[in-house]
Each structure stands twice: as structure tokens, then as C-alpha cells.
């Protein structure tokens, strides 16, 4: 193997490697893509004796965001806050968008060998977390201590499950692409098999709407531009319209919440009403919010600690009313216009790569709306990874955009 195809292979297998450790330590995300990214140009320099192609795209919007981090310190109620997050974010999304490019300079070839091995990478993953879910995670014990006062809990394994499950939209459109049949039958037994299993047994029930999520968007109709416009035009609905939309939900369902297992153990109560009281919140101040990570900052939240037993909150648990709380009507429209240009890029692939991304995109928004805060390091590695993963997936790539 000759040095331009031995870098290329390595970069798609730290990729690889790098998916398989976050069974047991997805927080490695938080860091991990920032070291591929680097090391992975200074090997490019070296093997092809020139600078790679940089994603104008890519770093143009990481450097929004981060910026707007950043700006938001002049109106932040704590603005050490404020530009603290912003300057992690300037390393985590620039890194991220250096690693998007250094994988749109791949070719062909590197895609081809990426599509072919990366089902079976996904099918381990999930024997793995199958294993650890089962067994009570003997992996895991490996790389964490526990006490008997302190005994695991099943939910400490969620964030590789939510991991697995955006990969399993990438991965299945790929199984069908493998040569032999029996490699076909066989990736997606077993896929299809951990899959189920994992669902059944984990006890993430943002990992259960997720799974569905994704399957409904399998049959969206690709080919139709209505269909396409219609999505991006309700998804901006949505997103202006989420702080009523989260008061609405509050004054309607928690009190049917009790007589349903699933969303009882969901802690939907719960976070309905934590929706509320940030909803209202970021409506006192609508044009440009209280700062990036306003809520941490925050310990008196109007709330009568109904479900939600404390009157502050670390982050809102649902990204869009955080992007409401922390830049106001100026971050949603900076962020719609984000969304609506990943959707229209999506929309200009054919179906069948359209297909390869459109899914796993709506699954990682799904839980981006229910779980964990959107600056978490390791959840924007996952971004970051998922846009990887779903690049490499593609036939080819027409504009490097």
C-alpha cells in the first residue's frame, strides 16, 4: 500500500475506531474528532505536498455560530458564560468543520471502502451495546468505577445508544449496497437483531422516538419538490413558534402523562414543564435572549415545581427553546437558515442519497429536542461524526459544499 492510500484508509479507520469506543466513552467525542482533524491534515500535507480542499461552507457557519457565542457576552447575564462557551466553540466547530474537509477530500476509492466496511462496523456497535445492556455493561465497568452505594444504572449507556441509532440510518441504505447477497442477509439480520434488542431493553425513550423518527423518513416522498418545501417551511413554523408551542404542551398533556407507562417513564412531565418556564422566560427578552448558557446562569425560574422539583436548570433539554433563551428571534433566524440550507442540500441529491442522509438528520434533530444540551462537547462531535459519516456514505459528491 503506497502512502496516499495507506493515509486514507487510516483516516476512515480512526473514523471507525473512533465510533466503536463511544460504547463505553462517548464524552471522547468532545475532544477526539479535534485530533483526527489535525492530524489528518498535517498527514495530507506530507503525503500529497499540498494543503487540502477547506469547506468555505463548513468553516462560514462554524464561525457564526461561535461568533454569535461570543457577541451574545454583551447582553449575557454572565458573560465570563458566555465567552467561555464561545471560545470552546470556535475549537470544537472549526475542528469540525477541518475534518468535514479533510473527508470531502477523499475520493472515490476511500468512499467505496468506507460503504463497504462501515455496516459491519455498525452491526458490532451494536452487539456491543446488545452485550453491555444485557450483561449489566462489563465493558463499561472497564474504563468507570461504581460503588455498591451508587450501583449502575442502564441510563449511563444512552449516549452510545443514541450514537448507534443515527448510524443505523446511514448504515441501512448501505447494506443493500454490498455485492454479495449473503453479506446483505447477513448485515441485516444482525442489524436489524441488536437493533430491536437494544430498543427493547434500553431505557431511553428518546432513543425509542428517535428509531421511529428515522423509519418514517425512510418513505418520504424524495422526489417531490412540494414534499421538500413543505418540510422546511414546517420546520421553521416550529421553530418560531416554540415557545408557545412548549406552554401549549404544559397547560395540555402532563396530566394524561400518568396513565402512560411509556411517557411516564420518559419523564415528559417533567420536562413539559421545564419547557414552560424556559419558554417564558426567553419571551422576556425575544429579540436577542440572555446569552449562551443563560440557563446555567439562571436560579429562579417562574415555576410552581409541579414535576421539575427546583426553579433553575442547567439547559432546557430541547435545543430550540435553548437557541430561544440564548440569542432570541436572532438565533432562531440565524439557525433556520442553517436547517433550510441542509435541507435544500439534501434536497438536490438524488433519492437514493437523499435517502442516505435525510433520516438520520431528522433522528439526530428528534433527540436534539428532547435530551441533551445542544453545546455539550461530545453532542457536537456527534454533529460533527454524523455529517462524516453521512458525506462518506454518498455515491459521490457533485459541489463540495
Known amino acids: 500500500m503506497n502512502a496516499t492510500n495507506f493515509y486514507k484508509h487510516s483516516l476512515i479507520i480512526s473514523l471507525f475506531a473512533l465510533l466503536l469506543v463511544t460504547v463505553s466513552l462517548p464524552r471522547i467525542l468532545g475532544f477526539a474528532p479535534i485530533v483526527i482533524a489535525f492530524v489528518s491534515l498535517i498527514t495530507y500535507r506530507i503525503v500529497f505536498k499540498i494543503w487540502p480542499y477547506f469547506s468555505k461552507y463548513a468553516f462560514g457557519w462554524a464561525f457564526v455560530f461561535a461568533g454569535l457565542a461570543i457577541l451574545s457576552s454583551l447582553w449575557a447575564v454572565n458573560p465570563e458564560i458566555s465567552i467561555e462557551r464561545g471560545s470552546k466553540l470556535i475549537?470544537?466547530?472549526?475542528?469540525?468543520?477541518?475534518?468535514?474537509?479533510?473527508v470531502l477530500s477523499l475520493d472515490q476509492t476511500a468512499r467505496l471502502f468506507f460503504q463497504k466496511v462501515f455496516p459491519w462496523i455498525v452491526v458490532i456497535m451494536g452487539i456491543l451495546l446488545t452485550f453491555e445492556l444485557y450483561l449489566q455493561a462489563p465493558i463499561y465497568h472497564i474504563f468507570h468505577s461504581f460503588s455498591v452505594e451508587d450501583p449502575f444504572n442502564l441510563s449511563k449507556l444512552n449516549r452510545g445508544i443514541a450514537i448507534f441509532m443515527?448510524?443505523?440510518?446511514?448504515?441501512?441504505?448501505?447494506v443493500y449496497k454490498q455485492k454479495?447477497?449473503?453479506?446483505?442477509l447477513w448485515l441485516l439480520a444482525a442489524l436489524l437483531i441488536s437493533t430491536l434488542a437494544i430498543i427493547y431493553k434500553t431505557e431511553s425513550q428518546a432513543a425509542h422516538l428517535c428509531f421511529v423518527v428515522g423509519v418514517i423518513f425512510f418513505f418520504f416522498p424524495y422526489h417531490i419538490k412540494t414534499a421538500w418545501y413543505a418540510l422546511m417551511g414546517l420546520f421553521v413554523i416550529c421553530m418560531?413558534?416554540?415557545?408557545?408551542?412548549a406552554q401549549g404542551l404544559f397547560n395540555t398533556f402532563p396530566e394524561m402523562i400518568g396513565e402512560h407507562e411509556w411517557l411516564h417513564h420518559s419523564y415528559a412531565d417533567r420536562r413539559m414543564e421545564i419547557w414552560d418556564f424556559v419558554a417564558r422566560r426567553a419571551l422576556e427578552n425575544p429579540l436577542l435572549g440572555f446569552g449562551v448558557e443563560a440557563t446555567k446562569a439562571m436560579k429562579d425560574f417562574d415555576t410552581a415545581r409541579i414535576y421539575h422539583p427546583t426553579t433553575q436548570i442547567l439547559h432546557p433539554h430541547n435545543f430550540v427553546l435553548q437557541i430561544w433563551i440564548e440569542f432570541g428571534i436572532l438565533g432562531i433566524l440565524l439557525s433556520n437558515s442553517f436547517f433550510i440550507w441542509i435541507f435544500f442540500n439534501i434536497s438536490k441529491l438524488s433519492s437514493k442519497n437523499a435517502?442516505?442522509?435525510?433520516p438520520a438528520f431528522m433522528a439526530c434533530?428528534?433527540?436534539a429536542v428532547v435530551t441533551y444540551g445542544l453545546w455539550q462537547g461530545w453532542w457536537i462531535g456527534s454533529f460533527i461524526l454524523l455529517i462524516v459519516f453521512c458525506i462518506l456514505s454518498l455515491d459521490k459528491t457533485s459541489d463540495k459544499s
Do not use: N
Open 180 to 184: 454479495q447477497r449473503p453479506d446483505r
Open 91 to 102: 475549537i470544537l466547530l472549526t475542528s469540525g468543520a477541518l475534518l468535514i474537509s479533510m
Open 166 to 174: 443515527l448510524s443505523v440510518f446511514v448504515t441501512l441504505p448501505l
Open 365 to 367: 434533530i428528534t433527540l
Open 240 to 245: 418560531i413558534s416554540a415557545p408557545w408551542i
Open 355 to 358: 435517502r442516505q442522509c435525510l
